[in-house]
């Protein structure tokens, strides 16, 4: 591991002072940055732990939540208005690592880590375009059974990992950051970015920019929602897909509706096509499969991920039927 400088931070005036944007990197409960700094794939300068800033979850009049960037996942998950108000957050927290990874790590750092394709971790073997723009992919050719099949380039087919995330974006979150220069607020669907030629880019985050919070809203589908993810092994594992869904009936009609994927691009997946097709139309298996299809007629599989095209189209007609089935 290359030495690096360590500050603690208190809050996030203190964070942004010590922090020098080129050299510095913020740091949560480090369960990735801090794998990836042994391993050389990352070598900060110096970094600002700033998961001891205020860590609170503010509750708004309305029902909204306020989410502090250092509140642990394991916190947010256990928290009585996640569970009532937005059963697909706390569901997607609990299914992602392990209890102790949940302990430590941080929303801020949940939302910014890391790909797990396996040849960016492989710094000493592998050609990876993230890692090392312009070298090449390796697992275009090559073991891509977690790869994307949405949204991917080809300069990289990587997935985000965060099963959070994907709850995220389908209720709509929004990400306040905060700068040397100021604040802004930029909706979770917009705040990760597809790889195009650019695969080492991976969010709008600037240099020295510092997650502060994430907010939710209520609404009627945010507490009638489920998440669902499809993986390898029941537990401790990555999702190959997942289903993060919301749903609102009203006189027999699908008043609002809410799916994001995981597992499937290299950013939580908003299924706005398969929204639109199903927003004002009877909750019927039908129109789920013809939905599903409609979402899914654009990916672009490798031969070892084809399996995750059925796949994907399965998971949203079960998790809506689920949904539905319970309102009928
Ligand atoms: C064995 C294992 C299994 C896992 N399984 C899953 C899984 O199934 N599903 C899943 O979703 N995740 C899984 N994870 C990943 C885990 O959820 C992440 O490592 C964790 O959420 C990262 O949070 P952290 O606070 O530890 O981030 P850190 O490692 O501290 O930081 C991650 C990144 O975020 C940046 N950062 C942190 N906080 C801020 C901030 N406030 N502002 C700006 N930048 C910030 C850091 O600079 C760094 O780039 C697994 C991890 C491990 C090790
Ligand atoms: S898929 Fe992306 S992260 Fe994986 S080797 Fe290719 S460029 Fe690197």
Same mark, same amino acid.
């Given at each position: 591991m290359t030495p690096f400088q360590y500050h603690r931070a208190t809050d996030a005036a203190e964070a942004l002072a010590l922090a020098d944007a080129a050299q510095c990197r913020f740091l949560g409960g480090g369960t990735n940055l801090?794998?990836?700094?042994?391993?050389?794939?990352?070598? &900060?300068?110096?970094?600002? *732990?700033?998961?001891?800033?205020?860590?609170?979850?503010?509750?708004?009049?309305?029902? /909204?939540?306020?989410?502090? =960037?250092?509140?642990?996942?394991?916190?947010? =998950?256990?928290?009585?208005?996640?569970? =009532?108000?937005? &059963?697909?957050l706390s569901r997607a927290l609990l299914a992602g690592a392990s209890a102790q990874i949940r302990n430590m790590a941080t929303v801020g750092g949940n939302l910014l880590q890391r790909t797990r394709c396996s040849y960016f971790y492989d710094a000493a073997g592998s050609n990876c375009n993230k890692r090392n723009p /312009? +070298? /090449?992919?390796?697992?275009?050719?090559?073991?891509?059974?977690y790869h994307a099949i949405l949204g991917a380039s080809e300069h990289c087919i990587a997935t985000h990992p965060s099963d959070m995330s994907v709850a995220l974006a389908a209720l709509d979150a929004t990400v306040h950051l905060a700068s040397a220069t100021g604040t802004r607020h930029i909706p979770l669907v917009d705040f990760h970015q597809l790889p195009g030629t650019t695969p080492d880019i991976e969010t709008v985050l600037k240099p020295g920019e510092l997650i502060t919070a994430i907010s939710i809203a209520p609404s009627a +589908?945010? +507490?009638?929602?489920?998440?669902?993810?499809?993986? *390898?092994?029941?537990?401790?594992?990555? =999702?190959?897909?997942?289903?993060?869904? /919301?749903?609102?009936?009203?006189?027999?009609?699908?008043?609002?509706i809410r799916i994001a994927l995981g597992g499937v691009a290299a950013k939580p997946w908003r299924a706005f096509r398969a929204e639109d097709v199903l927003r004002g139309e009877a909750p019927t298996r039908d129109n789920f499969i013809r939905a599903a299809e409609t979402e899914l007629a654009a990916a672009k599989p490798t031969e070892a991920n084809a399996f995750k095209v059925e796949l994907a189209k399965r998971t949203i007609a079960a998790v809506l039927g689920e949904l539905a089935g319970e309102r009928a």
């Amino acid at each position: 591991m290359t030495p690096f400088q360590y500050h603690r931070a208190t809050d996030a005036a203190e964070a942004l002072a010590l922090a020098d944007a080129a050299q510095c990197r913020f740091l949560g409960g480090g369960t990735n940055l801090v794998d990836l700094m042994r391993q050389n794939i990352e070598a &900060p300068a110096a970094l600002v *732990d700033v998961s001891r800033m205020p860590a609170s979850i503010e509750e708004e009049g309305n029902g /909204g939540l306020v989410i502090g =960037a250092a509140v642990r996942n394991s916190v947010l =998950a256990a928290h009585p208005v996640v569970r =009532a108000c937005y &059963p697909m957050l706390s569901r997607a927290l609990l299914a992602g690592a392990s209890a102790q990874i949940r302990n430590m790590a941080t929303v801020g750092g949940n939302l910014l880590q890391r790909t797990r394709c396996s040849y960016f971790y492989d710094a000493a073997g592998s050609n990876c375009n993230k890692r090392n723009p /312009g +070298a /090449g992919c390796d697992a275009i050719e090559g073991f891509s059974r977690y790869h994307a099949i949405l949204g991917a380039s080809e300069h990289c087919i990587a997935t985000h990992p965060s099963d959070m995330s994907v709850a995220l974006a389908a209720l709509d979150a929004t990400v306040h950051l905060a700068s040397a220069t100021g604040t802004r607020h930029i909706p979770l669907v917009d705040f990760h970015q597809l790889p195009g030629t650019t695969p080492d880019i991976e969010t709008v985050l600037k240099p020295g920019e510092l997650i502060t919070a994430i907010s939710i809203a209520p609404s009627a +589908a945010a +507490a009638h929602s489920r998440y669902r993810k499809v993986r *390898d092994r029941s537990s401790y594992a990555f =999702a190959l897909v997942s289903v993060a869904a /919301g749903l609102d009936i009203a006189d027999g009609r699908i008043r609002d509706i809410r799916i994001a994927l995981g597992g499937v691009a290299a950013k939580p997946w908003r299924a706005f096509r398969a929204e639109d097709v199903l927003r004002g139309e009877a909750p019927t298996r039908d129109n789920f499969i013809r939905a599903a299809e409609t979402e899914l007629a654009a990916a672009k599989p490798t031969e070892a991920n084809a399996f995750k095209v059925e796949l994907a189209k399965r998971t949203i007609a079960a998790v809506l039927g689920e949904l539905a089935g319970e309102r009928a």
